[in-house]
């Protein structure tokens, strides 16, 4: 499959209807906020916010969601069923250019791409140019992954054609089909890569570092304009768990404390959560403690640079258009 536009955009918003999410509250002190996939401890900040009373102690009742792939997360958001969504970088700023999407970032939680390409020592990915003939296994056909994988190979000068890609669960099983034989790479998240790696020494990990804001919270800026109060809200508590966690020497109670509220993947081994935990919150201050949850601008001009000379976005557009730091400037005052 070619990388274009459209299996990059967000996609027809009439698979988001099909879906049984809950309608959006209107009362105030309420916050719907929607994950790509299943809980792990890659959302941890959201999930230990609400577990902690963050949220609750801002006001806010937060009604979390577990998504079915990182582009649905977005048209949820659009669709006005969630407040606020955690999507893939490059998949927001190609259809917010190209699609004129409604959305903004508010947030950039992972500063570069959360995702790793697990192979097997005997047949290993050590380049991306590796990938070219193999099966890939992936979580979403269309989303984040898919555009990371075939943005980084056309970046390397290989073609993503090559590739036959497969839908996949993005969980450490997955591996399996690697060991079966039936595929040549399996493209994970940060926790199904620790968890694999962990269970097993046959595990190659390479990972991937695309240029893009690797994943980002974006919400639609007429419901920030209708109640901005609410979304500070939402980006201190959350800010304040993502800072905790960063600077915790022991995970454990931390851990502990999702584990009363959520049933988060990986938590039945502490050894395990614990490295998960730490690996994540590695790459949401990858770019300085002061920049957890920043849009950062560097970052941003990089992005909007690359896509454009992929020609994946159609026209030049300032890379301050797509993203507001303004309301966790606001989160941050003392």
């Known amino acids: 499959m070619k990388l274009t536009r459209r299996n990059l955009m967000l996609g027809a918003m009439g698979s988001a209807a099909?879906?049984?999410?809950?309608?959006?509250?209107?009362?105030?002190?309420?916050?719907?906020?929607?994950?790509?996939?299943?809980?792990?401890?890659?959302?941890?900040?959201?999930?230990?916010a609400d577990a902690a009373g963050y949220y609750a102690e801002e006001g806010l009742a937060m009604n979390l969601q577990a998504g079915k792939g990182a582009a649905l997360a977005a048209q949820m958001t659009i669709a006005r069923q969630m407040d606020a969504g955690r999507t893939g970088g490059t998949n927001y700023i190609v259809s917010r250019v190209n699609n004129d999407a409604p959305l903004i970032s508010i947030a950039t939680i992972a500063q570069r791409s959360p995702f790793f390409v697990l192979s097997s020592k005997e047949n290993p990915v050590k380049t991306i140019a590796d990938l070219e003939g193999r099966t890939v296994g992936m979580a979403t056909l269309g989303g984040s992954m898919e555009g990371t994988l075939d943005l980084m190979m056309t970046g390397a000068g290989a073609s993503p054609d090559t590739v036959n890609k497969v839908k996949v669960a993005d969980s450490a099983a997955s591996f399996a089909l690697?060991?079966?034989?039936?595929?040549?790479?399996?493209?994970?998240?940060?926790?199904?890569?620790?968890?694999?790696s962990s269970a097993r020494d046959d595990v190659e990990v390479m990972p991937i570092d695309d240029g893009m804001p690797g994943q980002v919270y974006v919400a639609r800026p007429d419901e920030i304009a209708e109640n901005p109060n609410k979304f500070i809200s939402f980006l201190r508590a959350t800010h304040r768990a993502a800072a905790e966690i960063v600077d915790a020497e022991d995970l454990t109670p931390i851990l502990a404390k999702i584990g009363e509220k959520h049933d988060v993947t990986g938590l039945n081994n502490t050894e395990t959560a614990q490295k998960d935990l730490h690996t994540n919150a590695q790459n949401w201050a990858s770019k300085g403690k002061e920049n957890i949850l920043r849009n950062v601008p560097e970052v941003w001009e990089r992005a909007v640079g690359l896509l454009a000379d992929a020609k994946l976005i159609d026209k030049a557009v300032p890379a301050s258009e797509l993203y507001t730091n303004n309301l966790l400037d606001q989160a941050l005052k003392a």
Do not use: K
């Not at 999410?21 to 900040?45: E, K, M, V, W, Y």
């Not at 790479?185 to 968890?195: E, P, R, V």
């Open 178 to 196: 690697i060991e079966a034989g039936r595929a040549g790479a399996f493209l994970g998240n940060t926790s199904s890569m620790i968890i694999a």
């Open 18 to 48: 099909m879906l049984s999410f809950p309608g959006r509250s209107h009362a105030q002190d309420s916050f719907n906020f929607i994950t790509p996939f299943t809980l792990s401890l890659a959302f941890a900040p959201v999930i230990y």
